[in-house]
């Protein structure tokens, strides 16, 4: 089964660390990008530069940014797979942002059954 590992950053959090400190969180996600079942991943641009899509009674309005304001933004993501869910959350663990945001682990449907 494909999880997709949703990482919630705090970017307040991260803008008041050190450079070293920034450095070491970085060597940690690398890490966690070379784990076996990794498939896939990406670092989002800042939630600022995102637009936001709708259909409403047929016509298409765009907004410019997130949906909403919240403390903490998606900030990328993890495609995994895995055997078990319990594989998946040690693995969310290991990201960083678990520490200061949140990593939401979520199965991908899969469209084959």
Same mark, same amino acid.
């Not at 999880?3 to 008041?16: G, M, P, Q, R, V």
């Not at 670092?43 to 997130?66: F, H, I, K």
């Not at 909403?68 to 998946?88: M, P, T």
């Given at each position: 089964?494909?999880?997709?590992?949703?990482?919630?950053?705090?970017?307040?959090?991260?803008?008041?660390?050190?450079? +070293?400190?920034? =450095?070491?969180? %970085?060597? *940690?996600?690398?890490?966690?990008?070379?784990?076996?079942? !990794?498939? #896939?991943?990406?670092?989002?641009?800042?939630?600022?530069?995102?637009?936001?899509?709708?259909?409403?009674?047929?016509?298409?309005?765009?907004?410019?940014?997130?949906?909403?304001?919240?403390?903490? +933004?998606?900030? =990328?993501?993890? %495609?995994? *797979?895995?055997?078990?869910?319990?594989?998946?959350?040690? !693995?969310? #663990?290991?990201?960083?942002?678990?520490?200061?945001?949140?990593?939401?682990?979520?199965?991908?449907?899969?469209?084959?059954?």
């Amino acid at each position: 089964m494909q999880y997709l590992l949703l990482i919630y950053a705090n970017d307040t959090e991260w803008d008041s660390r050190s450079p +070293e400190e920034q =450095g070491a969180i %970085l060597k *940690e996600y690398q890490a966690v990008s070379a784990t076996a079942g !990794v498939t #896939g991943g990406a670092q989002l641009e800042p939630a600022a530069s995102a637009t936001t899509v709708r259909v409403q009674d047929g016509r298409t309005l765009v907004t410019d940014g997130p949906f909403v304001e919240a403390k903490e +933004e998606l900030g =990328g993501f993890y %495609l995994f *797979e895995a055997d078990n869910i319990d594989d998946a959350i040690e !693995v969310a #663990g290991r990201i960083p942002a678990a520490r200061t945001g949140a990593v939401e682990v979520r199965p991908l449907l899969d469209m084959a059954a």
